[in-house]
């Protein structure tokens, strides 16, 4: 079992920045890919990015590209991604995601969740 916890969400204006935080325990973290998706009600949950356990690949989805920044630190068992440039259609809650060994865009192949965090966008 791998435990997950986010932080780091909370209320930004249209164009700031946010870090969020996943802590990660029960396993070895650096066996793990880690992702962050995003879900709106209504609608299924949205990939954003991924990065490999070793932190040497990242993968983006276009609508972050460029302004979001996933990043890991194996030594504090923790993801982090950075956003900045924040939209108002970034609102949302932001799950953080881990997998056995190989990434992977699709949320349904993700076997751990955390409980997610919510970041608010104002115009």
């Known amino acids: 079992q791998v435990q997950l916890v986010e932080s780091g969400g909370g209320l930004v204006q249209a164009g700031g920045s946010l870090r969020l935080s996943c802590a990660a325990s029960g396993r070895t973290f650096s066996n793990y890919a880690m992702a962050w998706f995003r879900r709106v009600p209504g609608k299924e949950r949205e990939f954003l990015a991924a990065i490999t356990g070793s932190g040497g690949n990242t993968n983006y989805a276009d609508s972050v590209k460029g302004r979001f920044t996933i990043s890991r630190d194996n030594a504090k068992n923790t993801v982090y991604l950075q956003m900045n440039s924040l939209k108002p259609e970034d609102t949302g809650a932001y799950y953080c995601?881990?997998?056995?060994?190989?990434?992977?865009?699709?949320?349904?192949?993700?076997?751990?969740w955390g409980q997610g965090t919510q970041v608010t966008v104002s115009s």
């Open positions: 995601a881990a997998r056995y060994l190989v990434v992977s865009y699709r949320y349904s192949d993700y076997q751990y």
